[in-house]
């Protein structure tokens, strides 16, 4: 059977430092400040955004229940200062011959607006690789693809293919949770440990990004 890769895009095809995290907790906190004059100094927003994360897998989730601020306008304000931050990313080295490598397909499903998927693409080196095959929540006008599968259905169509046809790799548990329901294969990459161990969603697990490639070839034959 003819296998696709659905590549997540932050911190899959390329690493989130610390630093870089921090900065978006940051950026979430002053979205939410700034543009909804949420009443919170910056560091209990801040605060807020790291909790509302372990909480719902979700930054943004804490101030659109808290303060009654539709999600879809606290997406837009974060992803308006997200943007600044691409520079920031350090891409990987020959990232695109080692995707080239690999005998299967390939899309790009994220979390991120799709301007701030096109912008890190380019930052990375991968746009033209996967141009016309990259695809954003906002696709399907929803903000999350951890919170039900029907966002992986309707990327599976768009794309025209069977979700058994498809090896879906996140970083994010959370994600690949609701990809299993109807039928992907998942891959967790993880970079210290492998906190999501015993998790029956997850296929294979790989620390970092050349050992996923190596485990695509070797288990999945890509
Ligand atoms: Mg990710």
Same mark, same amino acid.
């Given at each position: 059977m003819q296998k696709n890769i659905i590549w997540d895009l932050d911190n899959t095809l390329y690493f989130e /430092?610390?630093?870089?995290? %921090?900065?978006?907790?940051?950026?979430?906190?002053l979205a939410a400040i700034k543009d909804f004059n949420i009443p919170l100094d910056f560091a209990t927003a801040t605060q807020k955004v790291k909790e509302s994360y372990m909480t719902?897998?979700?930054? =943004?989730?804490?101030?659109?229940?808290?303060?009654?601020? $539709?999600?879809?306008?606290?997406?837009?304000?974060?992803?308006?200062?997200?943007?600044? =931050?691409?520079?920031?990313?350090? $891409?990987?080295?020959? =990232?695109?011959?080692?995707?080239?490598?690999? %005998?299967?397909?390939?899309?790009?499903?994220? /979390?991120?607006?799709?301007?701030?998927c096109e912008k890190i693409l380019k930052h990375i080196g991968l746009y033209?690789?996967?141009?016309?095959?990259?695809?954003?929540?906002?696709?399907? %006008? /929803?903000?999350?693809?951890?919170?039900?599968? %029907?966002?992986?259905q309707k990327l599976c169509q768009t794309i025209g293919i069977s979700p058994h046809e498809c090896i879906f790799v996140d970083d994010s548990y959370s994600n690949l949770d609701f990809a299993k329901q109807i039928g992907m294969t998942t891959i967790r990459i993880y970079y210290r440990n492998n906190s999501a161990k015993g998790m029956t969603f997850i296929d294979s697990a790989y620390k970092g990004i050349d050992e996923c490639i190596k485990g695509l070839k070797e288990t999945y034959g890509c």
């Open positions: /430092t610390e630093e870089y995290k %921090n900065k978006l907790n940051e950026v979430t906190a719902y897998r979700d930054g =943004l989730e804490f101030f659109a229940r808290e303060y009654k601020i $539709p999600h879809q306008k606290l997406y837009t304000a974060y992803h308006n200062y997200k943007s600044e =931050l691409v520079d920031m990313i350090e $891409p990987y080295p020959n =990232l695109l011959e080692k995707l080239q490598s690999l %005998n299967c397909q390939q899309y790009v499903f994220s /979390t991120s607006s799709k301007d701030i033209n690789f996967f141009k016309d095959r990259f695809y954003s929540v906002e696709d399907f %006008n /929803t903000y999350k693809k951890n919170e039900s599968s %029907n966002v992986y």
